[in-house]
């Protein structure tokens, strides 16, 4: 009979006491632990990008190593805290729709118009299965390109945007 893994086993947690996160002189992402191994041009990325945005973040090094995973952002100095957020918020960009003023369909792609937190966009969803309801009315749609948009609460848009959602789910 094989022996269950243990997850801990298999990661290799950082102390968040015993490094700091920063920016070097041409933008790039640098971690330095206590001991004084450093990484240039680090890459974040989410464990869990939709539920548990700021936990269990992986950090790669330049040729896509892992370094370790980052249970908690919240345990970071503030400086290392920011500078991550930072990262991850241009890494994992998705306006917020507030509005839907159209959608319409032509050769298999529906387009929207919609209204964003960062002005009106119009794109292309190719199939139903690039909407997503999750809990609390949240929904996710990725568009042709492969961007992504987020509804934080169907529920509390606009009559209009509210139906012309419903054609879609």
């Given at each position: ?134 809990a ?8 042709a390109?492969?961007?992504?948009y ?20």
């Amino acid at each position: 009979m094989h022996e269950a893994i243990k997850v801990t086993d298999e990661l290799e947690f950082l102390d968040a006491d015993s490094m700091s996160i920063s920016r070097n002189a041409f933008a790039e992402l640098v971690v330095e632990f206590s001991d004084g191994t450093t990484y240039t041009r680090i890459e974040p990325v989410r464990s869990f990008p939709i539920s548990d945005t700021m936990r269990y973040i992986t950090l790669f090094d330049s040729d896509g190593n892992e370094i370790g995973v980052v249970e908690d952002v919240n345990k970071l100095s503030s400086n290392s805290r920011d500078v991550l957020i930072e990262e991850l918020k241009k890494k994992y960009f998705m306006p917020k729709i507030t509005k839907i003023n159209s959608l319409y369909g032509q050769f298999g792609v529906t387009t929207w118009q919609v209204e964003t937190s960062q002005g009106d966009v119009e794109f292309g969803v190719r199939t139903r299965y690039d909407i997503v309801t999750l809990a609390n009315g949240r929904v996710l749609i990725k568009d042709a390109d492969g961007n992504r948009y987020e509804i934080e609460n169907y529920k509390k848009l606009d009559t209009k945007s509210y139906n012309l959602l419903q054609t879609q789910l």
